[in-house]
């Protein structure tokens, strides 16, 4: 017999895996490591979406204004409220360059959209005999109605306002002894009025609100009387004949950039690249005068001097005529006829001057204090005067004419004061005169607009 081989010492024998078993450990490896990667690549995706919106949201106007306000607690400064910010007391860097006109910061909203509030009356106007906000002179001023020419004067002179511009929400409150409700007419606009409950968030008359400047709210007391601010802050009521300055309220939507600064009033949060900027408000040389643009109309421009007419040097003062408050270029005792000749022959530009519609219309009880009246008269010439509803972007001047009559009967005539309130003169008596003319763009060869390197036309 043979015999058996004996099995070499420390070898074992080969042990066989099922092959199920097998297959089973691969696919778990290959489920594992497509875990691992969908993991993995979910986790960098939302990383990069994260530190995508991050890097987007990081120049956009709320978060600057949050990362250079570090909230306080007390005194003056940004304070915190449940999801929202609000600027509260007097100093505080809160100020917007935008469409060449300075605004405040009020609060910074929940979505990170930023309400803001004109730093300066825009104008001054006559409320209207309806009360409510809704029908009166102010809220067509500033918002565009639907087959309603000549409204929306305010919303047309922003810039690119559905680049800008998010919806701004406005309740028409009522005052109710220390109370507000606010339960009705809850609606909303792209330009809007400051409203009560605005102004006490932001301390009152001890806050940037309080300027000294006569001021239109949004709301009623309790015996339905419309609502100002008065020159010393207080909320007090107005007549619907009455005339006060327009701070108009807008909201920035929560994706606009600062281009630049800092957000204190000598270097505001700039949102508009130079090369964006309108031309409203914007400078222009004329000889020796020196004028802004206030209205644009197609390829014309609109400017008022931004001082007053000068003669030898000195502020000259005129009456508005002896037997109209009509404005009139051929009476030899009104004002157009002074302006239309002696004025504009002393010119030495008086050729590059345009022909343009000025319009004179009443504003009187009458016709119910509605400016759309305004618009049923016009004169033609090459020097007018500011009508009520122009943009008034001078904020220094004080006491002149302005071009609307209360009556062409009457012996009386609007003036514009420095204090946002409009007035009533005899037109017999001298006032100063802030003169208006017409250019078309295409006239402009050289200069930015600004007040160091204004448009010139030579």
Known sequence: MKKEKKLKKGKKTKKDYPRGQFWFNVVSLVILIGLCCFIGGRSIYYYSMQHAQETQMANTLSTIVKKNNPTVEDGDGLYQIKNEYVFKGKEVNNYVMYSNRLF?????????????????NQTVLIWGNESEYASSNVYRYMNPQENT????????????????????????????????????????????????????????????????????LLGLDEEG?????????????????????????????????????????????????????????????????????????????????????????????????????????TDRNNIGY???????????????????????????????????NVFQNQISSKVGMLNMIDLKLNSQLDDYYLMNTTSSLGEMALVHSVTGELREEVTKEKKKIVPVVCILKDQIKSGNGSIDTPYMME
């Not at 922003?158 to 002894?177: A, H, K, S």
């Open 104 to 120: 405040r910061i009020m609060r910074v909203n929940e979505d990170n959209s930023v309400k803001l509030i004109s730093s300066d």
């Open 149 to 216: 020419e000549y409204t929306g004067i305010l919303y047309d002179s922003l810039n690119q306002p559905n680049v800008y511009l998010d919806i701004t929400p406005w309740c028409e409150g009522t005052v109710q002894g220390n109370s507000l409700d606010c339960e009705k007419n809850n609606k909303d606009d792209f330009v809007t009025l400051l409203t009560i409950e605005d102004y006490i968030a932001a301390n009152g008359k001890d806050s940037y609100l309080n300027d000294g400047k006569a001021t239109w």
């Open 225 to 329: 009387s419309n609502l100002y601010l008065n020159k010393s802050g207080s909320i007090a009521p107005a007549n619907s004949d009455d005339g006060f300055g327009i701070k108009p309220v807008i909201t920035i939507k929560n994706n606009i950039d600062v281009v630049s600064g800092d957000g204190t009033q000598d270097n505001p949060y700039q949102l508009e690249p130079n090369d964006q900027l309108s031309y409203i408000n914007r400078y222009v040389q004329l000889g020796d005068d020196l004028y802004r643009v206030y209205q644009v109309e197609d390829q014309m421009l609109r400017l008022s001097l931004d001082h007053y007419l000068q003669v030898d040097g000195q502020d000259y003062e005129d009456n508005y005529s002896n037997s109209t408050t009509m404005f009139d270029v």
């Open 338 to 372: 002074y302006l239309n000749r002696t004025y504009l022959n002393s010119l030495s530009y008086q050729d590059q001057l345009q022909e343009c519609t000025f319009y004179t219309g009443e504003i009187s009880d009458e016709i119910g204090f509605d400016y759309l």
